[in-house]
């Protein structure tokens, strides 16, 4: 079974500030199976990045997402703040899926 | 609008069984791979298993291999989660989320959610 480790724990940022999340598989993954997810207190987890860099529909372009083999990275080019949540990186290349432990971006 | 919707609140006492629905409608029930997520209180997302709804072939995650059965009903488009022998780290909030591939045997990330089922595991 695939592990994420996703990094930091917790990122403190400011508005307007730009937002690097890390997300490291303990083995090589392609990069067509990578997804990004952002869930807010009490909401279920909405899609933003699919196919590694796709962005799903309705997603702003100041998320993207990049990276191959084993490290990936989801970016916020400047935090609004709606933005302020938890993401999550999944893999979803096998029939049985994995999630990362989320990394929190707080307000600072 | 294409949606999942899940069932209601319920609380269980430990060793009982529990049984979540998701009634899915706006799309094709049989043409997308349906899947269970829980979210323990203040933790993260973790994966259950999945059924293909056109075959009702059905793969779970190793640590609820033995406790977990997912069955459907495409007459009335729902997908159903059952987890026997309850414990109290059972507690929890289960999701329901789909695919966004078609189920042809390429798997997708999950663009569509249920609202979440709060369950309770307590004495």
């Known amino acids: 079974e695939i592990v994420l480790t996703q990094s930091p724990g917790t990122l403190s940022l400011s508005p307007g500030e730009r937002a690097t999340l890390s997300c490291r598989a303990s083995?090589?993954?392609?990069?067509?199976?990578l997804g990004w997810y952002q869930q807010k207190p009490g909401q279920a987890p909405r899609l933003l990045i699919y196919g590694a860099y796709r962005r799903a529909t309705g997603i702003p372009d100041r998320f993207s997402g990049s990276g191959s083999g084993t490290d990936f990275t989801l970016t916020i080019s400047r935090l609004e703040p709606e933005d302020f949540a938890v993401y999550y990186c999944q893999h979803y290349g096998d029939a049985v899926r994995t999630f990362g432990q989320g990394t929190k971006v707080e307000i600072k | 609008q294409v949606q999942l919707v899940q069932s209601g609140a319920d609380v269980k006492k430990p060793g009982a069984s529990v049984k979540v629905s998701c009634k899915a409608s706006?799309?094709?029930?049989?043409?997308?791979?349906l899947h269970w997520v829980r979210q323990a209180p203040g933790q993260g997302l973790e994966y259950l298993g999945r059924i293909d709804p056109n075959s009702g072939a059905t793969n779970y995650a190793q640590k609820f291999q033995d406790r977990v059965t997912v069955t459907w009903d495409t007459s009335i488009n729902t997908a159903y989660m059952e987890l026997n022998r309850l414990m109290s780290d059972d507690t929890a909030v289960y999701f329901c989320?789909?695919?966004?591939?078609?189920?042809?045997?390429?798997?997708?990330?999950?663009?569509?959610w249920g609202q979440g089922t709060m369950v309770t595991v307590s004495s």
């Open positions: 989320a789909r695919d966004n591939e078609p189920a042809t045997g390429n798997f997708g990330a999950f663009d569509i």
């Open positions: 083995q090589r993954v392609s990069s067509s199976h």
């Open positions: 706006g799309y094709t029930f049989t043409g997308y791979y």
